[in-house]
């Protein structure tokens, strides 16, 4: 039972240009939410998160929306640049468990 | 960011013995620590959740007498896979984080080749 979703397995986008990676889940007790990048052979860096108390985190180039209705959120990244390539996680923290769940992952790669 | 230090980064072991991974969280205390497992090309599967001091929480399909989990302090837990067998065979990445409803930080990640 996959809680956190990532329905894009890539994306591919030019650099300069906006990279949008979404994210579902189903679990309505999950109240924190976090976005990773992730090389191969490395662990995750922490990117960006939100608390369910808010609908929008900005950090720089990196903002995440949260939909509490839909169960959805997103990472916008503006301007991409190549450096961005990567596989990006969301992932999702239920607080009365205090499991970190993650989501399938994305493809990103940002081109010239 | 937070450093989490993950040792060894790759260990190659005979399929029947034990291998001990370590996770340090380097600058501040992990009241929870986090262990994961990654298949090529697929997402971070949690295995257990441990807090400091207390027995870890198992994921279902986990095997805890497999996957020995040890949370001894505020800055540093074990994993040790027993009796490998090939099968065993992945990525293992740790996580930490001090306090509830805030960022978790990795580790490098340790590649595990049982033969």
């Known amino acids: 039972d996959q809680q956190v979703k990532q329905n894009s397995p890539s994306l591919s986008v030019q650099e300069g240009r906006i990279s949008i990676l979404n994210c579902d889940y189903t679990n309505s007790m999950f109240d924190y939410f976090l976005w990773y990048k992730k090389y191969p052979a490395e662990g995750p860096t922490f990117l960006i998160s939100?608390?369910?108390?808010?609908d929008k985190n900005e950090d720089g180039r990196f903002t995440v929306f949260l939909n509490k209705s839909a169960k959805h959120l997103s990472l916008h990244i503006v301007p991409s640049q190549p450096g961005d390539s990567a596989v990006y996680f969301c992932a999702a923290s239920d607080y009365n468990t205090d499991k970190l769940i993650f989501g399938t992952g994305t493809r990103l790669q940002v081109f010239p | 960011g937070a450093v989490v230090s993950q040792h060894p980064s790759w260990v190659i072991c005979k399929s029947g013995t034990s291998v001990k991974i370590e996770c340090r969280s380097l600058?501040?205390?992990?009241?929870?620590m986090f262990w994961y497992r990654q298949f090529p090309k697929q997402s971070l599967m949690l295995m257990a959740t441990?807090?400091?001091?207390?027995?870890?929480?198992?994921e279902q399909g986990v095997e805890k007498d497999k996957f020995l989990i040890n949370h001894a302090s505020l800055t540093l837990s074990t994993l040790t896979v027993t009796s490998a067998h090939p099968e065993d065979s992945s990525f293992y990445i740790c996580?930490?984080?001090?306090?509830?409803?805030?960022?978790?930080?990795f580790g490098q990640g340790t590649r595990l080749t049982v033969v």
């Open positions: 600058d501040f205390q992990a009241t929870t």
């Open positions: 996580s930490a984080r001090g306090f509830r409803n805030t960022e978790a930080f």
């Open positions: 939100i608390s369910s108390i808010k």
């Open positions: 441990s807090n400091e001091g207390s027995k870890a929480t198992y």
